[in-house]
């Protein structure tokens, strides 16, 4: 375990690094003078444990000079980690970005930001999940930023779907976003899947189920 040993002063904190290895997790404790001699005071130091992640330091107090962030963390006073719905590559000038519209991280210390899965769409930025697709809509590709909705003479009952069902005989659809498919009016009828509107029966018949018409 690295330790980083930091003068507490009011405007800066010294970065002299202090290599101790312990097989315990019991917080190291060190006191190291500084300046006695010249300013007859004695600085009172303590100590930061240190987080050793992927061989770099993650310091609650102080950061060394050009040390790198690891991936999912973001350079600042110290290195900070992503919170969920936000990632970062590392490195020197390490910042941590949202994520973009249909990508999504549910964890924290995040490198990269995932796809949203199909029957799923996430129109924001920095998010932590995606959102399913609601009835009379669907989402047949990953990554999507909005759903697509059920075009006419089709219908979809269920959230979170990849596709859209065809409204059965003797029903139809005639605008988009059907979550369910309409039935045909008395008077009409419609012998086909998938339709947008119904037919009149000729005169001098009247419907029968909707899908076809017989003399009355």
């Not at 790198?68 to 490195?91: H, M, Q, V």
């Not at 210390?109 to 769409?121: A, I, Y």
Request: proline share 11%.
């Amino acid at each position: 375990m690295d330790v980083v040993v930091c003068g507490w002063e009011p405007s800066r904190c010294f970065h002299d690094r202090t290599a101790f290895s312990t097989k315990s997790s019991a917080l190291a404790k060190l006191i190291n003078h500084r300046n006695n001699a010249r300013s007859n005071k004695i600085a009172i130091m303590f100590v930061v444990k240190a987080v050793v992640v992927a061989g770099l330091l993650s310091i609650s107090g102080c950061l060394p000079p050009k040390r790198k962030c690891p991936p999912g963390y973001e350079r600042g006073t110290f290195c900070d980690e992503c919170i969920p719905g936000f990632y970062s590559k590392g490195g020197l000038i390490a910042a941590c970005k949202k994520c973009p519209v249909g990508h999504y991280t549910s964890l924290p210390r995040q490198s990269h930001c995932m796809l949203c899965e199909k029957g799923t769409f996430q129109p924001a930025t920095g998010q932590s999940k995606c959102l399913p697709c609601p009835p009379g809509s669907y989402s047949p590709f990953v990554g999507m930023g909005h759903c697509i909705p059920c075009p006419q003479g089709y219908h979809q009952p269920k959230s979170g779907q990849l596709f859209c069902l065809p409204c059965p005989r003797g029903h139809h659809a005639p605008k988009p976003l059907h979550a369910y498919c309409l039935p045909c009016s008395p008077g009409t009828y419609q012998p086909l899947a998938a339709q947008v509107y119904c037919w009149s029966c000729d005169y001098g018949k009247v419907t029968a189920g909707a899908t076809n018409c017989i003399p009355f």
